[in-house]
């Protein structure tokens, strides 16, 4: 079958720099999305990552790699914002996403 | 760009009733729309895939009568939950493919749908 596993819950504070671990078995891939969702929002889009190494983007980076199903999303100098849920999808050998459950960061003073 | 907007945000109906669902691409004709529900806490769920003049791909285990999507335009795709009952409360968020090739998916801000 087809498995995305993250952390349920995340606790960082204000400030610091936290990790958000993603790994992944599923039918092929064709990328990996990470996505950020505030309660009751929709998702909104973070980065894409389709090649081995990091990708940087302001605060937040993203790392893959394709051979060890493994992919994390970094976030520096967290702000009280940044608590949100954080959703790791992949997009398989159908070009389906897979989306995981999510990992609620929390960001304390 | 890429904004996809969702009418209503937030519904409540009468067990038995009908509702509609709206989801539009404001800046950009969609090649794909998605149909997804999500319970609080949980990820989201793949309800349907719809591509425009196509009949809507359902993912196993939704019913394609109860839940009635059409798409009618590279813009428009709407979404019926036919018949609801209160275990059909949820957010229903609807996503849309600017191209193929991205992949990436913009998502509207979401219905909030609860039956009484």
């Known amino acids: 079958g087809q498995n995305i596993d993250q952390p349920t819950e995340m606790t960082a504070t204000e400030g610091a720099i936290v990790q958000i671990n993603c790994t992944y078995q599923t039918s092929g891939f064709n990328g990996l999305f990470w996505y950020q969702q505030h309660a009751g929002e929709a998702p909104t889009f973070l980065s894409y990552?389709?090649l081995d190494g990091l990708e940087e983007k302001g605060r937040f980076s993203s790392f893959l790699s394709r051979s060890k199903g493994y992919s994390y999303l970094l976030l520096k100098e967290l702000q009280m914002k940044d608590s949100a849920s954080y959703l790791c999808?992949?997009?398989?050998?159908?070009?389906?996403?897979?989306w995981g459950a999510g990992t609620k960061l929390i960001i304390k003073p | 760009g890429a904004v996809v907007s969702q009418h209503p945000s937030w519904v409540i109906c009468k067990s038995g009733t009908s509702v509609k669902i709206e989801c539009r691409s404001l800046?950009?004709?969609?090649?794909?729309m998605f149909w997804y529900r999500q319970f609080p806490k949980k990820s989201l769920m793949l309800m349907a895939t719809s591509n425009e003049g196509s009949k809507a791909t359902y993912e196993q285990g939704v019913e394609k009568d109860k839940f009635l999507i059409n798409h009618a335009s590279l813009t428009l795709s709407t979404l019926t939950v036919t018949s609801a009952h209160p275990e059909d409360s949820s957010f229903y968020i609807c996503s849309a493919t600017l191209l193929a090739e991205t992949y990436e998916q913009y998502f509207g801000p979401g219905t909030r749908l609860t039956v009484t």
């Open positions: 800046d950009f004709q969609a090649t794909t």
């Open positions: 990552n389709v």
């Open positions: 999808a992949v997009l398989d050998s159908n070009y389906q996403l897979i």
